[in-house]
């Protein structure tokens, strides 16, 4: 029981994360129809910035903050190429993130080598009945929790937010009041940058990252996020948390190798089963 | 009274479509002007350039003041309030406070907190003129009002663009299927078919044309039949 619990609260933990992964999936979807492929690189990105400033004497908290800015940046960055241009199809945008993505590499082996990179997290552990959690992981959960409520606040109760969303209920609409719908994509790009940045801060001390670790962290949170059929964050949230756990019993009390596994398994099932529904990413027709 | 509206020669094409063939259109401020003609004329086509969501291929037009739009089919955020949606209206505004639209239609205010998708088509329609109001137009460009609404319901949202004409002196341009409304509506009218504009004048003179009785006023009558013999 006690084993349990651990591999319980450590899924919980990584789950978290995936969450905040897979709520920037959503974010940009929401507003752009695009499924942003280059959503795992954020994190690897803002882990090993965070590693390096870190490095360099940095205190901590400033280092992951400045991490996570320069993941919105990035974001902003991909954003503008793969939306940037006037009509260009959601689908012919999925593809520029992918070799965005996949570009990334280069950068980021020629900046930080091709070893995995870590840093230390929170210190300590904490006796929760018994069984003893690592501070680290009630960090990524606090913080985790933070986020969700204040991108709650911001999308429901800000002029900015409610803007957002109106681009994702009825971009005709959207333009006909005058919003920049591509601008909204890019702050969309923007925030799902951050997130993904963010959820690379937390979870580098729990597992180290290189340059292609952005693959498993997205397909994380991609699967994450289609259990909200990209659009509805809450769901995300929920498949996050499911999926995390199911990771940590599956390599605690299986195979760690099998670990990864599960996100594929997860996602094919989710798919399959939807496929036959309604198209899960959108067309270029559903967007005209 | 200065033109609010002015368009000069507007080609307007989808790919190798030609939906605007040259089309001239002025309006003044304050004035309330129809635009009428069948489905694929083109009229729709027209609203949407000058709202800017069009780019035309040639010819141009000029706006003195701002315009908003009433769009076919609403197209309300249909999950968002009705609160939300009306606020939207005023993105490009500093003012966002929706209180002169409840005054004006005070059913909305008790619908406020409502989803727009679960209001009937009048209410919607309703959250449609006054997401558009707020935006403060000097031209309100009107998309089919009547479209899929009851008679009384259409009378109703008419009076009340009539008596905001009046007393604001926005300007409506009304695009309508239903020509008979419309030119009881608005004192001058534009016919327009097949991307060209083929008649216009007062809606009077409109009224007696065989043409326009024939296309779009409910068939030919006794009295048109006199006229043409």
Partial sequence: MRLFLQYAASGLATGCAFALVATGFVAIYRVTRVVNFAQGVFAVLAGMVAYTLLALGVPHVVSEAL?????????????????????????????????????????????????????????????????????????????????????????????????????????????????????????AFGLGGGLGGLAGVLLTPLQPVSFNSDVGIAISGFAAAIFGGLLRPGAALAGALVLGVAEALVAGYGQASLQSGVALVIMLGIMIYRAGRRPLVASDEDTA | MPRVLEMHDLVVRYGQATALDGVSLEMDHGEMVALIGPNGAGKTTLLNTVCGLLQPVSGGYRLHGRIAQVPEGRQLFADMTVEDNLRLGAWTRRARDPRAVYQLFPPLAELRRRIAATLSGGEQQMVAVGRALMAEPDLLAVDELSLGLAPMVVDDLAEHLVQLNRASGMAVLLVEQNARLAIELCPRAYVLEAGRIALSGSSAELERSPAVRAAYLGGVTDEATDEVA
Avoid at chain 1, 67 to 85: D, H, K, N, S
Avoid at chain 1, 120 to 125: E, Q, R, S, T, Y
Avoid at chain 1, 126 to 133: A, K, R, S, Y
């Fill in chain 1, 67 to 187: 991490a996570v800015v320069a993941a919105v940046a990035a974001g902003a960055l991909v954003g503008l190429v793969a939306i940037g241009r006037r009509g260009t199809a959601p689908l012919a945008s999925l593809i520029i993130t992918l070799g965005l993505g996949i570009g990334s590499y280069a950068l980021l082996i020629l900046v930080w080598g091709d070893q995995p990179i870590s840093f230390d997290g929170l210190k300590g552990n904490l006796d929760v009945g018994g069984v003893g959690m690592q501070m680290q992981y009630l960090l990524v959960v606090a913080l985790t929790a933070a986020a969700f409520v204040a991108l709650g606040l911001f999308f429901d109760h800000t002029y900015l937010g409610r803007g957002l969303t109106a681009c994702s209920s009825n971009p005709r609409a959207a333009r006909l009041v005058g919003i920049d719908v591509r601008r909204m994509g890019l702050v």
